[in-house]
């Protein structure tokens, strides 16, 4: 096993790849009562087309959500209510590129693991199950698609993006939903399910050698082949300039994005996130010229917010909230964008927004969770999220403008409303 200090942080990672391609993370806390488990796999909302046996499949757009929910499921019950009355707080969720389950508990910690790791990687679905399921999840997305929020997201990725499976919901549909059977779901997990495409990270005070040999116990000794996936050629342009639509809302919202050019795998990954996160900062934060004189005019309330995403092949800075004059705001954003370019950030604004980033990044150490889910997505993407201040060494007040001036732009710009229902 692997050991590997990160003395600018003061953290220490053992890992472990095991024969049948699991990766293992253990990041040690000596002293805390609270242990933290999270075991995941590469497959998410977006993995919708992929190639198995040298042919391409199309899948029902949610079955990733879907296969979480019945992943719970085994020939003796229920995996969650198993975990809780031994005292542990499990839970699971699905993103657009990966599935992840997890616990915290403070005892019989490596009881807690076998039983996540079992119920994870041995299905037990039947046509009766997944059917009863349809309703359930049916509902949720119903009760999802009559947010507002959410349908001002979702107009503006279907404005952005044309063939990106970014586009796509990662509940799916009502009517997608309706296609999944125990044999889909049988099926993806034999693809994805698989130790060679999953990791599992402890965090807590643990023996990083116990939760190596729990794991080589309990999961298959093969892995799987690399699965490979599409999801979609995206062109530069955007899909669509402006979406709109009617709902019960009592006063305008809006989202405008911006159609950025994606990172690639690797460390150029972990640095575009930091650039992205920070150029949002200094262009739309709180604290901003153009928040601090929209809001004077009246065109911005404090709903106003934006940030800055990744996902497999896209990514896209956005900001909205409530305002009667959407087109205004969202031409202020791209003009604030020009004028910081023409003119330069300042200096000292520059260096706060700097010193925030990295803070918060600090600050993120402090919780388990996402220690774990860091490590999970940098493994992923093929970067070390823990060498995050060897990233922000490299990064300049030059990188911050060249992102401004490329990405946030006219062309690229898309603009989605919700307005009140007409009487």
Same mark, same amino acid.
């Given at each position: 096993?692997?050991?590997?200090?990160?003395?600018?942080?003061?953290?220490?990672?053992?890992?472990?790849?095991?024969?049948?391609?699991? @990766?293992?993370?253990?990041?040690?806390?000596?002293?805390?009562?609270?242990?933290?488990?999270?075991?995941?796999?590469?497959?998410?909302?977006?993995?919708?087309?992929?190639?198995?046996?040298?042919?391409?499949?199309?899948?029902?757009?949610?079955?990733?959500?879907?296969?979480?929910?019945?992943?719970?499921?085994?020939?003796?019950?229920?995996?969650?209510?198993?975990?809780?009355?031994?005292?542990?707080?499990?839970?699971?969720?699905?993103?657009?590129?990966?599935?992840?389950?997890?616990?915290?508990?403070?005892?019989?910690? @490596?009881?807690? *693991?076998?039983?996540?790791?079992?119920?994870?990687?041995?299905?037990?679905?039947?046509?009766?199950?997944?059917?009863?399921?349809?309703?359930?999840?049916?509902?949720?997305?119903?009760?999802?698609?009559?947010?507002?929020?959410?349908?001002?997201?979702?107009?503006?990725?279907?404005? *952005?993006?044309?063939?990106?499976?970014?586009?796509?919901?990662?509940?799916?549909?009502?009517?997608?939903?309706?296609?999944?059977?125990?044999?889909?779901?049988?099926?993806?997990?034999?693809?994805?399910?698989?130790?060679?495409?999953?990791?599992?990270?402890?965090?807590?005070?643990?023996?990083?050698?116990?939760?190596?040999?729990?794991?080589?116990?309990?999961?298959?000794?093969?892995?799987?082949?690399?699965?490979?996936?599409?999801?979609?050629?995206?062109?530069?342009?955007?899909?669509?300039?402006?979406?709109?639509?009617?709902?019960?809302?009592?006063?305008?919202?809006?989202?405008?994005?911006?159609?950025?050019?994606?990172?690639?795998?690797?460390?150029?990954?972990?640095?575009?996130?930091?650039?992205?996160?920070?150029?949002?900062?200094?262009?739309?934060?709180?604290?901003?010229?153009?928040?601090?004189?929209?809001?004077?005019?009246? *065109?911005?309330?404090?709903?106003?917010?934006?940030?800055?995403?990744?996902?497999?092949?896209?990514?896209?800075?956005?900001?909205?909230?409530?305002?009667?004059?959407?087109?205004?705001?969202?031409?202020?954003?791209?003009?604030?964008?020009?004028?910081?370019?023409?003119?330069?950030?300042?200096?000292?604004?520059?260096?706060?927004?700097?010193?925030?980033?990295?803070?918060?990044?600090?600050?993120?150490?402090?919780?388990?969770?996402?220690?774990?889910?860091?490590?999970? @997505?940098?493994?992923?993407?093929?970067?070390?999220?823990?060498?995050?201040?060897?990233?922000?060494?490299?990064?300049?007040?030059?990188?911050?403008?060249?992102?401004?001036?490329?990405?946030?732009?006219?062309?690229?710009?898309?603009?989605? @409303?919700?307005?009140?229902?007409?009487?």
């Amino acid at each position: 096993m692997k050991q590997k200090f990160y003395e600018r942080i003061g953290e220490s990672v053992y890992s472990e790849r095991l024969p049948n391609g699991l @990766e293992i993370r253990v990041v040690p806390k000596p002293g805390y009562v609270k242990k933290y488990a999270f075991f995941a796999t590469r497959y998410g909302g977006m993995d919708t087309r992929f190639r198995l046996n040298g042919q391409w499949l199309d899948t029902p757009a949610g079955i990733a959500h879907y296969l979480e929910h019945k992943m719970f499921d085994t020939k003796e019950g229920n995996a969650l209510q198993k975990l809780a009355k031994n005292g542990a707080e499990p839970n699971a969720f699905t993103s657009n590129a990966m599935t992840g389950y997890y616990f915290d508990s403070t005892d019989h910690f @490596e009881e807690n *693991l076998e039983i996540l790791l079992s119920f994870v990687s041995i299905p037990y679905f039947t046509e009766e199950s997944v059917a009863k399921e349809q309703g359930i999840i049916g509902q949720e997305i119903r009760m999802i698609e009559d947010n507002p929020d959410w349908q001002l997201y979702m107009g503006m990725l279907r404005g *952005l993006y044309s063939t990106s499976s970014a586009r796509t919901a990662i509940a799916g549909t009502v009517e997608s939903i309706s296609h999944i059977t125990a044999e889909t779901l049988y099926d993806c997990h034999k693809a994805f399910y698989t130790p060679s495409n999953m990791i599992l990270t402890v965090v807590g005070d643990v023996d990083p050698v116990r939760v190596v040999d729990l794991a080589r116990h309990v999961l298959p000794r093969e892995g799987g082949p690399a699965i490979p996936r599409d999801h979609g050629t995206e062109p530069a342009e955007v899909a669509q300039r402006e979406t709109r639509m009617e709902m019960e809302v009592s006063c305008p919202q809006f989202l405008a994005g911006f159609k950025c050019a994606p990172a690639a795998e690797g460390e150029d990954y972990l640095r575009l996130a930091a650039i992205g996160d920070m150029a949002c900062d200094i262009l739309l934060g709180d604290s901003s010229p153009l928040y601090l004189r929209l809001y004077d005019q009246g *065109l911005i309330n404090t709903s106003f917010g934006g940030a800055f995403e990744m996902m497999p092949g896209v990514a896209y800075l956005y900001a909205g909230g409530d305002s009667k004059d959407a087109r205004t705001v969202a031409e202020e954003i791209r003009k604030e964008a020009v004028r910081l370019v023409m003119e330069g950030i300042d200096e000292g604004f520059y260096q706060r927004v700097r010193r925030s980033a990295f803070g918060e990044n600090l600050r993120g150490l402090n919780s388990f969770e996402n220690i774990a889910v860091s490590l999970t @997505e940098g493994y992923f993407h093929g970067y070390d999220p823990l060498r995050f201040p060897q990233v922000f060494d490299t990064i300049t007040k030059d990188d911050i403008t060249a992102f401004l001036r490329d990405n946030i732009t006219g062309d690229r710009m898309v603009l989605s @409303e919700i307005v009140p229902r007409e009487a």
